[in-house]
């Protein structure tokens, strides 16, 4: 089945008590037994509920994996794979990454005795320097959040798979439909649902996949048990979202490339990431393990002032200053003060993230509406 049609049907059945096409939100915390031991396979919402059934099952096959979980956001599925560790284990992570991501691990679990290495990963083989007996995990974001850089997956899996580690690829920024981590011997594929996959800044959720069962199993385990799990009417949202992830993706790539092409030539504009242009660094990697590029680019401006940064984000009409991204809507934001603003600045400069960054994250508008917003934006300073 081809992800065009996947997107639609996987997972999904028609309600057998009525026929609905689309699956039904269950509202409901608990379900009437037979008997004792006699149920139709519910028994209490936290546990599984009909309509993340379904969801699970679809996010499932959209990554070619066997299982999935869904979590009450992104947050909560890094959390309960970070649970799979235990005091003394060490994680070797991307250095370029989520806020978020860089916050539960520093900031919650290092007190209960785990130890994240932040390195750069665009040579991976230099990866084995870090690696030791109590390494038992290691984090990839490709692209990753905010700059852009890419990561050769099948390289890194190679180095997990020789030294019995596991390997988690956070996919928020590519998708299922551009990149398909499992496929490349990633373990674990995580995804902020928020973002692409419900696409119109509605829903807050997140997504685990997996292809062993052992696995699955545990982290299944952790999902019941701590119990941070999407609402049926969250689940029933997301369901929507994805069947048109496929057509949005096109047009968000296809926005993307536009506006990285615009900035590539405006004689105001520094740097541009966008992993599409062929000077992007490890451009071939995208080419090898992508099949698209994506709506996702950043900036920064010639001077370097962050006056002028500033001034250009409050400046505009159509893109929105916001935190967040994969929405319909194009949204800029700027990740030194909000989505990496739990980064020490020193490891933010040190890692190439400036505070005159501004993050842009396309969307399915018109292009050359966005062109122009971004040309008035740019021509105050």
Same mark, same amino acid.
């Given at each position: 089945?081809?992800? %065009?049609?996947?997107?639609?049907?996987?997972?999904?059945?028609?309600?057998?008590?009525?026929?609905?096409?689309?699956?039904?939100? $269950?509202?409901?915390?608990?379900?009437?037994?037979?008997?004792? #031991?006699?149920?139709? #396979?519910?028994?209490?919402?936290?546990?599984?509920?009909?309509?993340?059934?379904?969801?699970?099952?679809?996010?499932?096959?959209?990554?070619?994996?066997?299982?999935?979980?869904?979590?009450?956001?992104?947050? %909560?599925?890094?959390? !309960?794979?970070?649970?799979?560790?235990?005091?003394?284990?060490?994680?070797?992570?991307?250095?370029?990454?989520?806020?978020?991501?860089?916050?539960?691990?520093?900031?919650?679990?290092?007190?209960?005795?785990?130890? !994240?290495?932040?390195?750069?990963?665009?040579?991976?083989?230099?990866?084995?320097?870090?690696?030791?007996?109590?390494?038992?995990?290691?984090?990839?974001?490709?692209?990753?959040?905010?700059?852009?850089?890419?990561?050769?997956?099948?390289?890194?899996?190679?180095?997990?798979?020789?030294?019995?580690?596991?390997?988690?690829?956070?996919?928020?920024?590519?998708?299922?439909?551009?990149?398909?981590?499992?496929?490349?011997?990633?373990?674990?594929?995580?995804?902020?649902?928020?973002?692409?996959? #419900?696409?119109?800044?509605?829903?807050?959720?997140?997504?685990?996949?997996?292809?062993?069962?052992?696995?699955?199993?545990?982290? !299944?385990?952790?999902?019941?048990?701590?119990?941070?799990?999407?609402?049926?009417?969250?689940?029933?949202?997301?369901?929507?979202?994805?069947?048109?992830?496929?057509?949005?993706?096109?047009?968000?790539?296809?926005?993307?490339?536009?506006?990285?092409?615009?900035?590539?030539?405006?004689?105001?504009?520094?740097?541009?990431?966008?992993?599409?242009?062929?000077?992007?660094?490890?451009?071939?990697? !995208?080419?090898?393990?992508?099949?698209?590029?994506?709506?996702?680019?950043? $900036?920064?401006?010639?001077?370097?002032?962050?006056? /002028?940064?500033?001034?250009?984000?409050?400046?505009?009409?159509?893109?929105?200053?916001?935190?967040?991204?994969?929405?319909?809507?194009?949204?800029?934001?700027?990740?030194?003060?909000?989505?990496?603003?739990?980064?020490?600045?020193?490891?933010?400069?040190?890692?190439?993230?400036? /505070?005159?960054?501004?993050?842009?994250?396309?969307?399915?508008?018109?292009?050359?509406?966005?062109?122009?917003?971004?040309?008035?934006?740019? /021509?105050?300073?």
């Amino acid at each position: 089945m081809k992800f %065009a049609t996947k997107a639609i049907h996987a997972g999904v059945e028609p309600d057998p008590s009525t026929g609905a096409i689309m699956t039904p939100i $269950f509202q409901t915390s608990t379900y009437v037994q037979e008997g004792i #031991g006699k149920h139709k #396979g519910y028994e209490y919402s936290r546990t599984k509920n009909p309509t993340r059934t379904p969801l699970e099952k679809n996010i499932a096959a959209l990554e070619n994996g066997q299982f999935g979980l869904c979590f009450a956001s992104g947050m %909560a599925a890094t959390d !309960a794979v970070l649970k799979l560790l235990k005091p003394g284990d060490e994680m070797v992570v991307c250095n370029d990454l989520y806020g978020g991501t860089y916050r539960i691990m520093t900031k919650v679990f290092e007190i209960f005795g785990l130890k !994240a290495h932040f390195v750069d990963m665009n040579e991976p083989a230099l990866l084995e320097q870090y690696i030791n007996p109590n390494t038992k995990l290691i984090w990839v974001e490709t692209p990753t959040n905010p700059l852009l850089n890419l990561i050769d997956i099948q390289e890194v899996a190679k180095i997990s798979q020789k030294h019995n580690i596991l390997l988690c690829v956070d996919n928020t920024f590519a998708t299922p439909y551009l990149q398909n981590p499992l496929d490349l011997g990633a373990d674990i594929v995580m995804h902020s649902m928020t973002k692409y996959l #419900g696409g119109h800044s509605d829903v807050v959720m997140g997504a685990l996949v997996v292809n062993q069962e052992e696995l699955y199993q545990k982290l !299944a385990f952790i999902q019941n048990a701590c119990g941070a799990v999407p609402s049926p009417h969250d689940c029933f949202l997301m369901l929507r979202g994805i069947k048109t992830l496929h057509v949005r993706m096109d047009r968000h790539s296809q926005n993307g490339e536009a506006v990285a092409k615009f900035l590539n030539e405006n004689p105001k504009v520094d740097k541009v990431y966008w992993i599409g242009l062929p000077n992007h660094q490890n451009h071939d990697i !995208a080419r090898k393990q992508m099949r698209g590029f994506g709506g996702m680019v950043s $900036f920064t401006l010639k001077g370097d002032k962050i006056e /002028d940064a500033i001034r250009v984000m409050e400046s505009f009409e159509v893109f929105a200053l916001g935190e967040s991204l994969g929405g319909v809507e194009s949204i800029c934001t700027h990740p030194a003060t909000m989505t990496h603003g739990s980064i020490p600045k020193a490891q933010r400069e040190a890692n190439g993230l400036k /505070d005159t960054l501004i993050r842009l994250s396309v969307g399915i508008e018109d292009a050359q509406d966005l062109i122009e917003d971004l040309r008035q934006a740019i /021509d105050k300073i």
